[in-house]
Protein backbone atom coordinates (compact mmCIF):
# COMPACT_ATOMS: atom_id res chain seq x y z
CA UNK A 1 0.00 0.00 0.00
CA UNK A 2 1.17 3.72 -1.02
CA UNK A 3 0.02 6.39 1.80
CA UNK A 4 0.50 9.61 1.10
CA UNK A 5 0.21 12.51 3.69
CA UNK A 6 -0.53 16.34 3.31
CA UNK A 7 1.63 18.45 5.57
CA UNK A 8 0.51 21.97 6.13
CA UNK A 9 3.31 22.44 8.85
CA UNK A 10 6.75 21.63 9.63
CA UNK A 11 6.10 20.55 13.54
CA UNK A 12 2.81 18.43 12.61
CA UNK A 13 3.85 15.43 11.13
CA UNK A 14 2.25 11.74 11.62
CA UNK A 15 2.97 11.20 15.01
CA UNK A 16 2.23 7.73 15.75
CA UNK A 17 0.66 6.79 11.88
CA UNK A 18 4.23 6.38 10.75
CA UNK A 19 5.51 3.81 13.06
CA UNK A 20 2.65 2.07 12.15
CA UNK A 21 2.53 2.64 8.59
CA UNK A 22 6.21 1.22 9.02
CA UNK A 23 4.75 -1.99 10.38
CA UNK A 24 2.59 -2.94 7.96
CA UNK A 25 5.18 -2.37 4.74
CA UNK A 26 3.69 0.49 3.32
CA UNK A 27 5.33 3.18 1.13
CA UNK A 28 4.86 6.36 2.70
CA UNK A 29 5.09 9.63 1.18
CA UNK A 30 4.79 13.43 1.61
CA UNK A 31 3.76 16.65 0.40
CA UNK A 32 4.77 19.28 2.36
CA UNK A 33 2.31 22.30 1.16
CA UNK A 34 4.43 24.85 3.34
CA UNK A 35 7.49 24.03 1.25
CA UNK A 36 5.61 23.88 -2.27
CA UNK A 37 6.08 20.31 -2.71
CA UNK A 38 4.58 19.15 -5.79
CA UNK A 39 1.60 16.32 -5.52
CA UNK A 40 1.32 12.76 -6.59
CA UNK A 41 -0.74 11.45 -9.17
CA UNK A 42 -3.43 9.99 -7.58
CA UNK A 43 -3.19 6.65 -9.85
CA UNK A 44 0.35 6.55 -7.35
CA UNK A 45 -1.43 6.72 -3.80
CA UNK A 46 -3.67 4.46 -2.23
CA UNK A 47 -4.28 6.33 1.46
CA UNK A 48 -4.12 9.96 1.61
CA UNK A 49 -3.84 11.48 5.27
CA UNK A 50 -4.42 14.79 5.40
CA UNK A 51 -2.59 16.48 8.74
CA UNK A 52 -3.78 19.81 10.97
CA UNK A 53 -2.26 23.03 11.10
CA UNK A 54 -2.63 26.46 12.59
CA UNK A 55 -4.19 28.14 9.37
CA UNK A 56 -7.94 27.96 8.86
CA UNK A 57 -9.73 26.62 5.72
CA UNK A 58 -10.52 30.12 4.02
CA UNK A 59 -7.13 31.74 4.41
CA UNK A 60 -6.90 30.91 0.55
CA UNK A 61 -4.90 34.80 0.33
CA UNK A 62 -2.22 34.03 2.37
CA UNK A 63 -2.05 30.06 1.59
CA UNK A 64 -2.85 29.75 -2.21
CA UNK A 65 -2.03 26.45 -1.95
CA UNK A 66 -5.57 25.66 -0.25
CA UNK A 67 -7.17 26.05 -3.34
CA UNK A 68 -5.03 22.91 -4.98
CA UNK A 69 -5.08 20.75 -1.65
CA UNK A 70 -9.14 21.03 -1.49
CA UNK A 71 -9.62 19.96 -5.44
CA UNK A 72 -7.07 16.79 -4.53
CA UNK A 73 -8.85 15.72 -1.29
CA UNK A 74 -11.96 15.84 -3.57
CA UNK A 75 -10.91 13.73 -6.62
CA UNK A 76 -9.26 11.50 -3.31
CA UNK A 77 -12.61 10.54 -1.60
CA UNK A 78 -14.98 10.48 -5.76
CA UNK A 79 -12.10 7.36 -6.17
CA UNK A 80 -12.78 5.73 -3.14
CA UNK A 81 -9.28 6.45 -2.01
CA UNK A 82 -8.33 6.21 1.82
CA UNK A 83 -8.81 9.82 2.86
CA UNK A 84 -8.39 10.42 6.59
CA UNK A 85 -8.37 14.13 8.08
CA UNK A 86 -7.26 15.05 11.53
CA UNK A 87 -8.01 18.84 13.15
CA UNK A 88 -7.47 20.95 10.20
CA UNK A 89 -7.37 17.90 7.33
CA UNK A 90 -10.99 16.84 9.05
CA UNK A 91 -12.06 20.51 8.35
CA UNK A 92 -10.54 19.98 4.73
CA UNK A 93 -12.73 17.21 4.18
CA UNK A 94 -16.00 18.38 5.48
CA UNK A 95 -15.63 21.73 3.63
CA UNK A 96 -14.82 19.94 0.40
CA UNK A 97 -18.08 17.55 1.23
CA UNK A 98 -20.40 20.53 1.20
CA UNK A 99 -20.17 21.38 4.93
CA UNK A 100 -19.48 24.54 6.99
CA UNK A 101 -16.80 25.33 8.54
CA UNK A 102 -16.58 27.82 11.31
CA UNK A 103 -15.38 28.88 14.91
CA UNK A 104 -16.51 26.80 17.89
CA UNK A 105 -17.45 28.54 20.66
CA UNK A 106 -14.69 27.40 22.65
CA UNK A 107 -11.28 26.47 21.74
CA UNK A 108 -10.14 23.42 23.18
CA UNK A 109 -6.38 22.31 23.86
CA UNK A 110 -5.44 19.72 25.73
CA UNK A 111 -7.34 16.45 27.22
CA UNK A 112 -10.66 16.13 27.17
CA UNK A 113 -13.42 13.67 26.86
CA UNK A 114 -15.41 12.54 23.87
CA UNK A 115 -18.02 10.72 23.55
CA UNK A 116 -19.06 7.93 21.25
CA UNK A 117 -22.61 8.64 18.92
CA UNK A 118 -24.54 5.39 18.57
CA UNK A 119 -24.96 6.01 15.01
CA UNK A 120 -21.42 5.06 14.70
CA UNK A 121 -21.60 1.43 15.49
CA UNK A 122 -23.71 1.44 11.78
CA UNK A 123 -20.32 1.78 9.78
CA UNK A 124 -17.97 -0.74 9.19
CA UNK A 125 -15.37 1.49 11.13
CA UNK A 126 -17.85 2.47 14.02
CA UNK A 127 -16.01 -0.05 16.78
CA UNK A 128 -12.54 1.33 17.00
CA UNK A 129 -13.93 3.89 19.99
CA UNK A 130 -14.67 2.89 22.99
CA UNK A 131 -17.95 4.80 24.82
CA UNK A 132 -15.66 7.28 25.99
CA UNK A 133 -11.90 8.07 25.79
CA UNK A 134 -9.85 11.41 26.95
CA UNK A 135 -8.59 12.50 23.35
CA UNK A 136 -5.78 15.08 22.68
CA UNK A 137 -7.65 18.43 21.24
CA UNK A 138 -6.01 21.43 19.88
CA UNK A 139 -8.65 23.63 17.86
CA UNK A 140 -10.85 26.71 17.93
CA UNK A 141 -12.29 26.07 15.01
CA UNK A 142 -15.40 23.07 14.17
CA UNK A 143 -17.89 22.00 11.24
CA UNK A 144 -21.10 20.88 10.38
CA UNK A 145 -21.49 17.02 9.56
CA UNK A 146 -21.77 16.63 5.75
CA UNK A 147 -24.80 15.01 4.20
CA UNK A 148 -24.12 11.70 3.69
CA UNK A 149 -22.03 11.04 6.57
CA UNK A 150 -22.18 9.87 9.92
CA UNK A 151 -20.91 11.44 13.34
CA UNK A 152 -18.81 9.30 15.61
CA UNK A 153 -18.55 11.59 18.89
CA UNK A 154 -18.81 14.54 20.56
CA UNK A 155 -17.52 16.56 23.61
CA UNK A 156 -18.52 19.05 25.61
CA UNK A 157 -16.35 21.51 24.41
CA UNK A 158 -17.85 20.59 20.56
CA UNK A 159 -20.58 18.72 19.24
CA UNK A 160 -18.86 17.45 16.12
CA UNK A 161 -16.01 15.62 17.03
CA UNK A 162 -15.51 13.79 13.74
CA UNK A 163 -17.36 11.89 11.24
CA UNK A 164 -17.32 8.57 8.27
CA UNK A 165 -18.37 8.96 4.74
CA UNK A 166 -18.61 6.16 2.96
CA UNK A 167 -16.85 3.55 5.40
CA UNK A 168 -13.75 4.79 3.65
CA UNK A 169 -13.42 8.72 4.66
CA UNK A 170 -12.40 9.67 8.26
CA UNK A 171 -12.35 12.72 9.98
CA UNK A 172 -11.12 13.46 13.49
CA UNK A 173 -11.47 16.74 15.07
CA UNK A 174 -9.88 15.80 17.91
CA UNK A 175 -6.09 13.81 18.04
CA UNK A 176 -5.25 10.49 18.35
CA UNK A 177 -1.70 10.50 16.65
CA UNK A 178 -0.39 13.13 18.69
CA UNK A 179 2.50 11.68 20.76
CA UNK A 180 4.62 13.12 23.37
CA UNK A 181 7.32 15.03 21.53
CA UNK A 182 4.00 16.11 18.79
CA UNK A 183 2.70 17.72 21.81
CA UNK A 184 5.73 19.32 22.78
CA UNK A 185 6.05 20.84 19.51
CA UNK A 186 3.08 22.05 19.28
CA UNK A 187 3.35 23.90 22.11
CA UNK A 188 6.78 25.42 21.46
CA UNK A 189 4.93 26.36 18.05
CA UNK A 190 1.67 27.66 19.24
CA UNK A 191 2.17 28.42 22.82
CA UNK A 192 0.18 31.91 22.26
CA UNK A 193 -3.10 29.22 22.05
CA UNK A 194 -2.72 28.36 25.45
CA UNK A 195 -4.70 31.40 26.99
CA UNK A 196 -7.87 31.16 29.99
CA UNK A 197 -10.39 29.57 29.02
CA UNK A 198 -12.64 26.50 30.55
CA UNK A 199 -11.22 24.25 27.95
CA UNK A 200 -7.94 25.20 27.73
CA UNK A 201 -5.25 23.38 29.61
CA UNK A 202 -1.50 23.96 31.17
CA UNK A 203 1.37 22.47 29.48
CA UNK A 204 1.81 21.24 33.26
CA UNK A 205 -1.72 19.86 32.86
CA UNK A 206 -1.13 17.84 29.36
CA UNK A 207 2.07 16.08 30.33
CA UNK A 208 0.73 15.32 34.19
CA UNK A 209 -0.11 11.89 32.71
CA UNK A 210 2.08 10.46 29.89
CA UNK A 211 0.46 7.76 29.78
CA UNK A 212 -2.69 9.23 27.94
CA UNK A 213 -0.38 9.12 25.02
CA UNK A 214 0.26 5.97 24.60
CA UNK A 215 -4.23 4.97 25.03
CA UNK A 216 -4.58 7.56 21.96
CA UNK A 217 -1.48 5.81 19.78
CA UNK A 218 -3.50 2.39 20.51
CA UNK A 219 -6.64 3.40 19.32
CA UNK A 220 -4.98 5.02 16.38
CA UNK A 221 -3.98 1.87 15.36
CA UNK A 222 -7.10 0.09 15.84
CA UNK A 223 -9.00 2.46 13.64
CA UNK A 224 -5.82 2.52 10.98
CA UNK A 225 -6.45 -1.18 11.07
CA UNK A 226 -9.74 -0.74 10.52
CA UNK A 227 -9.16 1.71 7.44
CA UNK A 228 -6.65 -1.19 6.55
CA UNK A 229 -8.88 -4.20 6.58
CA UNK A 230 -11.61 -1.96 4.19
CA UNK A 231 -8.77 -0.92 1.54
CA UNK A 232 -7.93 -4.92 1.84
CA UNK A 233 -10.28 -7.29 2.49
CA UNK A 234 -8.61 -10.27 2.55
CA UNK A 235 -6.75 -9.78 5.62
CA UNK A 236 -7.77 -9.78 9.19
CA UNK A 237 -7.36 -6.64 11.53
CA UNK A 238 -6.35 -8.94 14.28
CA UNK A 239 -3.41 -10.56 12.20
CA UNK A 240 -1.19 -6.90 11.72
CA UNK A 241 0.87 -7.57 15.11
CA UNK A 242 -0.80 -4.64 16.73
CA UNK A 243 -2.51 -4.10 20.15
CA UNK A 244 -6.75 -3.96 20.13
CA UNK A 245 -9.07 -2.17 21.22
CA UNK A 246 -9.71 -4.72 24.02
CA UNK A 247 -5.74 -3.72 25.15
CA UNK A 248 -6.31 -0.34 24.84
CA UNK A 249 -9.61 -0.45 27.38
CA UNK A 250 -7.21 -2.83 30.04
CA UNK A 251 -4.80 0.21 30.22
CA UNK A 252 -7.78 2.08 31.87
Same mark, same amino acid.
Given at each position: ?5 F??? /?FE? /????E ?48 FS ?34 P ?24 F /? ?24 ? =? ?15 ? /?????E ?11 N ?16 I?S ?14 L ?6 V ?5 ? =??S???RT ?8
Amino acid at each position: MRLHYFQHV /LFEG /LGSIEPWAKEMGYEITSTRLFAKDPVPNLDDIDWLIVMGGPMGIYDEDKYPWLFSEKNYIEQAVVQGKIVLGICLGAQLIADVLGAKIYPNQYKEIGWFPIQKIQETTETRLGDF /LPKEIDAFHWHGDTFDVPTGAVRIAK =SAACENQGFIYDDHVVA /LQFHLETTEQCAKDLIANCEDDITKGPFIQSPTVIFSDKRRFEKINLLMSELLNHLAYVSSPSLS =SNSFGIRTLDQVRRLK
